[in-house]
């Protein structure tokens, strides 16, 4: 059965990037290392991820322009009402659509495995605001920058 899953890392109190929108501290952390928050186990069960444009251009800016491939092979949707330029190679659709509509689409491309809402909690809010955010999985870090939040 496809659930929609808002699965983040955030700090204590509860930001997800630094003061200087920067995520390193959370590339630095250990998430496959087995149990309920190992990434690895967690990404084999999504079919279909849904992400707004500024995790989209985060991760562009980030890894892909880097020289790093695109993270998910997934079908991706991106929520935007800019005009964003497409990762070369990857299933990556860019929407304007409501989330009720777009969920329907994602669902449907999943075949079976779960949706996954990536990044920051404005598209997770939508989602749970419209009833269609099953689980929230939350990982907590084992250790933080010293300053910078918010």
């Known amino acids: 059965m496809t659930r929609t899953i808002y699965y983040v890392a955030s700090t204590l109190d509860g930001f997800i990037a630094d003061g200087h929108h920067s995520l390193d501290w959370l590339l630095k952390q250990d998430i496959d290392q087995g149990g309920p928050m190992n990434y690895g186990e967690f990404i084999g069960g999504v079919g279909a991820v849904l992400m707004g444009a500024s995790t989209y251009e985060w991760i562009v800016k980030h890894q892909v322009s880097r020289g790093e491939a695109w993270l998910y092979a997934q079908p991706s949707w991106v929520f935007t009402h800019r005009e964003l330029v497409a990762v070369d190679g990857a299933d990556i659709r860019f929407t304007k659509a409501p989330v009720n509509d777009v969920h329907m689409a994602a669902a449907d491309a999943a075949q079976g495995k779960n949706v ?22 939350e990982l907590v870090p084992t250790s933080f920058p010293q300053v910078g939040w918010g």
């Open 116 to 137: 996954w809402i990536v990044g920051g909690g404005n598209l997770a809010g939508q989602f749970a605001d419209e009833g269609l955010l099953d689980e929230l999985i």
